[in-house]
Each structure stands twice: as structure tokens, then as C-alpha cells.
């Protein structure tokens, strides 16, 4: 089930709702793109046991 979320329908909600709603959706947006990042392999300092500035030479 796929449901599209508008700002129409956020707008219909309570202020507090509105905020957990953008809240949310902007957590969902940062997961979403590190899932990507991860399933193409790319090293972050997230996911790898080296220091950052070893990073730009991998």
C-alpha cells in the first residue's frame, strides 16, 4: 500500500501533528539516501573503520 503524503494533507493536521510529520519525512529522506549510499558500496565515516581523511584516498 503506497500512500502519497501532500502538503494538503499535512496542512489538515495540528500544528504539533504537522511538525512530526515533517519530522519524520525528512528522517525517512536520510535514511532512504544513506540505504542508497550503503547498497552502492560507498565508504562514509559511518560505515568504515578508517579515519575520515583517509577516506578521500579510498
Known amino acids: ?3 502519497e503524503i501532500t502538503e494538503e494533507i499535512i496542512a489538515r493536521q495540528t ?3 504537522q511538525a512530526i510529520i515533517r519530522l519524520l519525512l525528512a528522517k525517512i529522506a536520510e535514511l532512504e539516501a544513506r ?3 550503503l547498497e552502492r558500496g560507498q565508504k562514509t565515516p559511518q560505515n568504515s573503520s578508517l579515519p ?3 577516506l578521500s584516498i579510498v
Open 1 to 3: 500500500m503506497s500512500l
Open 15 to 17: 500544528l504539533e501533528a
Open 35 to 37: 540505504v542508497e549510499q
Open 52 to 54: 575520515p581523511s583517509a
